[in-house]
């Protein structure tokens, strides 16, 4: 039996916002994409895509569960670092489906224990350079839910924006950092893949405290990316590959815009999406990965404009 280092959590009282459906319009930035990876790389499997910087992104493979760390090459990304992921005691398989990397570290949300997939785990495990997760949260507050339709993305919001904008719990409490002391400079939002909602925690101590949930304007939602300004989430194939954009107004996060993939990106299986920090020429680098490693390859890049 896995002995968990986290046994408790805190929900308060919850909220759903639903924000109507938008038209989507043209994908911002260019129609062409091309694949990003060698022949044969990955697998199937690939997930949840996170830059660290411009020239280094880190992506989870959900089964067997690895974390790879990328580096350009040429016109491609190559892996730099591969490590077979484990639960903090070691055991166990995590169902790796979204990576983040944060000033507080690297974060991967997982939906289940592989070696006994037939129970939902949602968690949020926190790694360093092993293989064994150094601090991990069960996550409270998510609807009972198949064990494989569980948390899909994870992605980090930093508290200046938060309180910036004026983010509020679910109780329209106007969002403090210091009502929540030893929780890192941000929150996490984690998005449910069978209802398309995302879920935003402070994770402080032992404790996921989950402040608020909110709808995404997709029917499934299977990655999460912060730009600093605004959350952009994915849906895959089932949704054609489009992203919602996602800006705080009174108080919580709504829909802003909704985008087609580029018109030059089959409709895969889109699990992974990643925007890079840096601008170059008015465009920045996006990276999407393709679960079912379509004719070999997992990974497919493109642009967006700077000023989307």
Sequence with gaps: MRIKAIGVFTVLTLGLTVTPAQAAT?????????TADGTSVFGKN???????SANVVWAVKNSPSTLYRLVPSGSTWKVDQKRSLNFADGQGDPDAEGVVSTPDGLFVAVERD??????????????GSGSNAVAEWDL?????????DGPEGISWVPDSYLTANGFKDSS??????ADYPGHGSGLFLVGLEATGEVYVYALQGGEAKLLRKFASGQAQVMDLEFD?????TICDNNCSGRTTTLAISSGNFKV??????????????LEGF???????????????????????????????????
Excluded: Q
Excluded at 172 to 177: D, E, F, Q
Excluded at 257 to 269: I, M, Q
């Design 26 to 34: 043209t994908w911002p930035g260019d129609s062409a994409t091309k």
């Design 46 to 52: 690939l997930s949840g895509l996170s830059f660290e």
């Design 114 to 127: 592989n070696d006994d997939g037939d129970v939902s785990r949602p968690m949020i495990l926190k790694y």
């Design 140 to 148: 409270g507050g998510m609807p009972d839910v198949d064990p494989n």
């Design 172 to 177: 329209g409490k106007t969002y403090n950092p």
């Design 228 to 232: 600093g300004s605004k959350l952009w």
């Design 256 to 269: 802003t815009a909704t985008y087609n993939r580029p018109s030059g990106l089959s409709n895969v299986n």
């Design 274 to 308: 990643a925007i890079s920090p840096t601008c170059s020429a008015g465009k920045k680098v996006v990276l999407w990965s393709d679960d079912d490693n379509t004719s070999s390859h997992a990974l497919r890049s493109g642009s967006l404009n700077c000023t989307a």
